[in-house]
Each structure stands twice: as structure tokens, then as C-alpha cells.
């Protein structure tokens, strides 16, 4: 699958949105990447997942982990194509990143983590440094969609994408949409808690 067909699916579903956004890292862009309305279609969720599971090749996972909320579908469809089995993080009460609902990892476990969007990658990172107060190393990194230009770091962890795009961040105060005025929204799931 090129990448041009798996951006048309984006345009075609909803899922490329454009305007002034306010993204879950804090970062302000110009476009939105809505991937659960890419994913909400089990068919199109299974062809590109199985497409990210071609692409980590030869990376043989036995446990695909994503984060709550946009590495959730990814993890499991990942998984079936894999073989493996999934699971999700997701926020405790304090707002630090946690195994809930009964989910463990064991040291042995092979671990891809799997996201929709990697932007600055503090979701990935943050599960990272818990798998590694474990005692685990993630064996690789897989996401729908690369957006940092290539300047993420998961320490030398392997990761891949389907598609790398260069959309433009800017800090709140270097912002031009804030500047011209334009009404901003803020589509992510990411939730500010007390004391972080």
C-alpha cells in the first residue's frame, strides 16, 4: 500500500482535518489527523495494521501494547496480524501512564508498542519508561502515522511508520494561526490532570 492511498483513506474518511489545532502534546498546527475516524471501518482498521505488521518485519512480537486511547484499535489489530496478543496503558488517577484492568507484562515478553500518531512521542515515551521500571525493553515502535519529520528518539528503539508527514508545529507563543486570530480546537484525548 503506498503511502498516497493511505492519505487519501485519511481525506476520505474525515480523518485529515484542517484549521488551528491545539494538539495533545500542547504543540498548535494547522491539521488534525482524526485517526479513529480512519479506524472505525474494522476493514480498513485490519488492512492497515496489517500492513504496519509487514513493515516491523523481522521483529517477531509476542505482546503488542498500545496507549490509550489512539494505540488501543492499532494494538489489536497489529496483534491479530501478528499472532500475538494485545493489550492497552492508559492513565491512572494521578495522570501517569499505567497498566490497568488486570493487564501485566512479563520480562520476557517481546513488546511492540504501537500508536496512531507520533508527534513528539510523549505517549510512546512515557510507556517506555514504564515497561523499563519493569526491567523490559520494548522491542519496537509502530505507529499509522509519523509527523515529527524524523526527529523522534525512543533510544535507539526501532520504530517504523506508514507514512511520514512533515505538517508544521509551533509553540503556542510562535503560533501564526493564533496570531491571525483563528478559533482553535482541541480534538486529543489527552486529559491535564492535577500536579503534572
Do not use: W
Amino acid at each position: 500500500m503506498q503511502e498516497s492511498e493511505i492519505i487519501e483513506l485519511f481525506k476520505k474518511t474525515g480523518a485529515y482535518q484542517q484549521g488551528h489545532f491545539k494538539l495533545s502534546s500542547g504543540l498548535h498546527s494547522g491539521a488534525y489527523l482524526q485517526c479513529a475516524l480512519l479506524l472505525q471501518n474494522p476493514v480498513i482498521a485490519a488492512r492497515l495494521c496489517g500492513h504496519l505488521a509487514e513493515k516491523i518485519h523481522p521483529i517477531e512480537p509476542d505482546l503488542v501494547l498500545g496507549p490509550a486511547m489512539g494505540g488501543i484499535i492499532l494494538a489489536h489489530e497489529t496483534a491479530r496480524a501478528l499472532g500475538a496478543n494485545a493489550i492497552f496503558t492508559e492513565r491512572d488517577d494521578t495522570g501517569a501512564m499505567a497498566l490497568r484492568r488486570g493487564f501485566t507484562v512479563e520480562r520476557d515478553n517481546k513488546i511492540l508498542i504501537t500508536e496512531d500518531v507520533l508527534t513528539t512521542g510523549k505517549s510512546v515515551k512515557e510507556v517506555i519508561a514504564l515497561l523499563a521500571r519493569q526491567g523490559i525493553k520494548p522491542i519496537g515502535v509502530a505507529a499509522l502515522v509519523d509527523r515529527s519529520a524524523g526527529k523522534i528518539d525512543f533510544g535507539g528503539i526501532k520504530h517504523v511508520s506508514l507514512i511520514k508527514l512533515n505538517i508544521p508545529v509551533f509553540k503556542e507563543k510562535e503560533c501564526p494561526l493564533c496570531q491571525e486570530g483563528i478559533p482553535i480546537e482541541k480534538p486529543g484525548s489527552r486529559v491535564q490532570h492535577r500536579g503534572r
